[in-house]
């Protein structure tokens, strides 16, 4: 049979076995979720050594340590991030008891995994999923297929086991065809198919956000990181190797250019040589442009491959101890290669006299390839600090750390995530490192606090006054005597409470009030000012109001 036939099959069982699935674990409680969850984390754990060397086999991407090392990022690190979160039934209630939060779960999500990190990918989609009590079916990357589905049965088995239902994990590409486009196309865009979790290029993502489904995008990242003078230099230096050498540069947070302040320019060059890294001569610049995008058109040869295999692909030879290669370049754009992401251990390298200057650069740089993702800043100025967060279009700028670690909440308190938002400024609808929250829908129960009608079913006067409504229902109500005979008492015995509110609020301001002249509002003579507890209005309701006025 045709592959596309097969592939559109598969998707819409997948799709119908997971949306039954998710109806039965849709009514779990948080306990059983949690323990789905720990099983889920405990057998990826296990199995993070294995996966990552099967990821990097298959795919010929990165390096099997860092791949393993993001399996237990995106499980025993997401576990202990996670520890605590409730995402089922009544999560959280006002102060008051006058608002209670209820998550339901979106339903089915249909996920892209990209082939840079298909394994650690799927553990983390898969048990983000588990924990918002969704199903979810994954449509993995042609090139990274085999790894992918194996990383999510052993989650899904062992999510099973501790009683989630069968069917909720599926993935795509099982059949004889393997995965295809039109199959990818079926899942994205069945009637059952609730939300879209979409990590990889701009074309995947754009293709996910024109389904007319609520998606997460994610695209590229092309990450500067910019070195101020007030610096400390030797740690950036290996704060940017480390990111740019882990698995050979295929996080899309990984630093991508180093924006060098004028004044260390060379002494940041010398500690990235000490460092490992490579900086090129002019002829190997020359050489490594050729190789990046030979012919006008980016070269997928060199992604997630040593600088020592890149460097002989482009004809010239570096150590294999070798972590970047570094390349001096003045312009950003498409006639520059090295300025672009390459998702590889390549370097682009520009000088930019204060930080003025090199925020400009940074933004030049975010603009041709990474608006709105990532930014790494190596600083100890508060002001340089502070003006790149106020400038820069990066929905993560990561301060002193590894812009490829930090920016997932591997080095910072950022959220434990494989799939970051990079705002509307870089066409996603969420700026966040997407959470289990991102895929459970908040319902909102809320009690009446400004009545309209009493018990009797009466209109109260004064009602749609939200605050002063508010304040009545907590003060205990005086049968004593009505609102209108407390008005009629205040007018015969001096000024109104309105005009008692009006000098407090005059007071609070710094401008008490002497007295009323003579033929007041209400034609009564002056007299002394009534005690408070005579006014219709308790002491806190006044309060309240003054509060009001004044903000």
Not at 64 to 90: C, H, I, W, Y
Not at 201 to 230: E, I
Not at 408 to 422: D, E, I, K, N
Not at 448 to 474: I, K, V
Request: some cysteine; glycine content about 10%.
């Amino acid at each position: 049979m045709d592959a596309d036939l097969l592939s559109i099959q598969e998707a819409r069982d997948a799709v119908e076995a997971a949306s039954a699935a998710q109806k039965t674990f849709k009514t779990a409680d948080q306990a059983t979720v949690d323990r789905v969850v720990v099983a889920m984390v405990e057998a990826g754990a296990r199995e993070a050594k294995r996966l990552g060397q099967l990821a990097h086999d298959e795919t010929g991407f990165g390096r099997p340590e860092s791949k393993e090392q993001k399996n237990l990022f995106a499980t025993r690190t997401l576990a202990a991030r996670m520890d605590g979160m409730r995402t089922a039934g009544v999560i959280d209630k006002s102060e008051d008891g006058s608002v209670w939060t209820v998550a339901t779960p979106m339903g089915v999500v249909a996920a892209l995994v990209p082939s840079t990190n298909p394994t650690a990918t799927a553990f983390y989609k898969a048990i983000i999923s588990a924990k918002a009590r969704c199903g979810i079916v994954m449509s993995p990357h042609p090139r990274a297929a085999r790894c992918t589905a194996d990383a999510l049965e052993v989650v899904a088995q062992a999510a099973t086991a501790a009683g989630a239902p069968e069917g909720l994990f599926k993935c795509l590409g099982q059949t004889e065809g393997g995965v295809t486009l039109a199959g990818t196309d079926a899942l994205l865009e069945h009637p059952k198919t609730d939300v879209i979790l979409a990590t990889g290029g701009g074309p995947m993502v754009r293709a996910a956000y024109s389904k007319g489904k609520p998606a997460y995008g994610v695209g590229s990242g092309n990450v500067p990181a910019y070195v101020d003078r007030s610096a400390n230099v030797e740690k950036a230096a290996g704060d940017i190797l480390t990111g740019t050498s882990f698995d050979w540069g295929t996080l899309c947070s990984t630093e991508r250019s180093v924006v060098a302040d004028a004044p260390i320019h060379n002494r940041l060059l010398d500690a990235l040589r000490e460092r490992g890294g490579h900086v090129c001569s002019d002829s190997e610049t020359a050489k490594l442009r050729a190789v990046v995008k030979p012919g006008g058109r980016f070269n997928t040869d060199i992604v997630g491959q040593s600088p020592r295999r890149i460097a002989e692909m482009a004809g010239f030879s570096v150590p294999d101890s070798t972590r970047a290669l570094i390349a001096e370049v003045d312009t950003v754009g498409p006639d520059e290669p090295i300025s672009m992401e390459t998702l590889s251990p390549i370097l682009s390298f520009y000088v930019a006299d204060g930080w003025e200057a090199g925020c400009a650069r940074c933004i030049d740089i975010l603009e041709f390839g990474g608006i709105g993702h990532t930014l790494a800043l190596h600083a100890t100025a508060d002001r340089v600090i502070e003006q790149f967060a106020l400038r820069k279009p990066s929905m993560r700028i990561v301060v002193n750390t590894v812009a490829a670690l930090g920016s997932v909440g591997m080095t910072t308190s950022l959220f434990p995530a494989m799939t970051l938002g990079p705002g509307t400024v870089g066409g996603s609808i969420t700026s966040d490192n997407v959470t289990p929250m991102h895929l459970v829908n908040l319902k909102r129960v809320a009690f009446e606090t400004a009545p309209l009608t009493d018990d009797s079913g009466r209109a109260l006067e004064g009602a749609g006054d939200q605050h002063g409504a508010r304040e009545t229902r907590r003060t205990p109500a005086t049968p004593s005597r009505s609102a209108a005979s407390s008005r009629s008492e205040s007018s015969s015995s001096g000024p109104s409470w309105m005009e008692e509110i009006e000098d407090r609020l005059l007071s609070r301001a710094g401008n008490p009030s002497s007295s009323r002249p003579a033929g007041s509002a209400n034609g009564a003579a002056p007299s002394s000012r009534p005690a408070r507890a005579s006014l219709p209005l308790p002491d806190v309701q006044i309060d309240s109001l003054i509060d009001r006025f004044r903000s």
